[in-house]
């Protein structure tokens, strides 16, 4: 089993900037892909970016120019800084990393959610 933690969340004003970090520990052998997800009250959770281990990165189109993913493979750690932050940025953002067992086995395993509020 890995464990995720996550820390960085908080209330920003509008145009501000935040960093996430997601710290993956425990039974870890080979991490896939590292991502950040975010689910806003009353919506679905959605993707808002990805990175593999060879560091190809994916965005939602509403962040692309704005927040940026990346990952430090040695310390199995996940960022995420986002700027110019808009009030439809507000949601709970959740970790999420795909992980390969040395069988072959893939795992996915999420964070608990950190809550990211930015007001008008």
Do not use: H
């Amino acid at each position: 089993q890995a464990q995720l933690v996550e820390s960085g969340g908080g209330l920003v004003q509008a145009g501000g900037s935040l960093r996430l970090s997601c710290a993956a520990s425990g039974s870890i052998f080979r991490i896939i892909t590292m991502g950040w997800y975010r689910q806003a009250p009353g919506k679905q959770r959605e993707l808002v970016a990805s990175i593999t281990a060879s560091g190809n990165t994916n965005y939602a189109d509403s962040v692309k120019g704005r927040f940026t993913i990346s990952r430090d493979n040695a310390k199995n750690t996940v960022y995420l800084q986002m700027n110019s932050l808009k009030p439809e940025d507000t949601a709970v953002y959740y970790c999420k990393v795909d992980q390969e067992d040395k069988w072959g086995l893939r795992y996915t395993y999420w964070g608990q959610g950190t809550q990211v509020t930015v007001s008008s």
